[in-house]
């Protein structure tokens, strides 16, 4: 089990941006499809984006679409999701997840390894 940390939450107007991180430990890191999902008070955890292990595919929500980025540094560990127009709707706990499996995948279940989550707010 990889313990996955998120960084770089917190409270942001509408239309300014934000950059997440999510620190891996362990040696399969590299190996590993990266995944962000978010969850809003009230709603289901849902799928946001997922990166190949080698960052060369990506796959996205269609509502972030052209809005996010996620990228990662196999070389740090670390998978990031660069936020821009950033939308009230947007507002969620943010959770970083990897999944050992080949595959990109938006299924919650594809993912074995969570985070603890990092609050995103938007304000209007």
């Known amino acids: 089990q990889a313990p996955l940390i998120e960084s770089g939450g917190g409270l942001v107007q509408a239309g300014g941006s934000l950059r997440l991180s999510c620190a891996a430990s362990?040696?399969?890191?590299?190996?590993?499809?990266m995944g962000w999902f978010r969850q809003a008070p009230g709603k289901e955890r849902e799928f946001v984006a997922a990166?190949?292990?080698?960052?060369?595919?990506?796959y996205y929500a269609d509502f972030v679409k052209s809005r996010f980025t996620i990228s990662r540094d196999n070389a740090k560990n670390t998978v990031f999701l660069q936020m821009n127009s950033l939308k009230p709707e947007d507002t969620a706990v943010y959770y970083c997840?990897?999944?050992?499996?080949?595959?990109?995948?938006?299924?919650?279940?594809?993912?074995?390894?969570w985070g603890q989550g990092t609050q995103v707010t938007v304000s209007s």
């Open positions: 990166i190949s292990s080698s960052g060369l595919s990506t």
């Open positions: 362990g040696r399969t890191f590299s190996r590993n499809v």
């Open positions: 997840a990897a999944s050992r499996g080949a595959m990109l995948t938006t299924r919650r279940g594809d993912y074995n390894d």
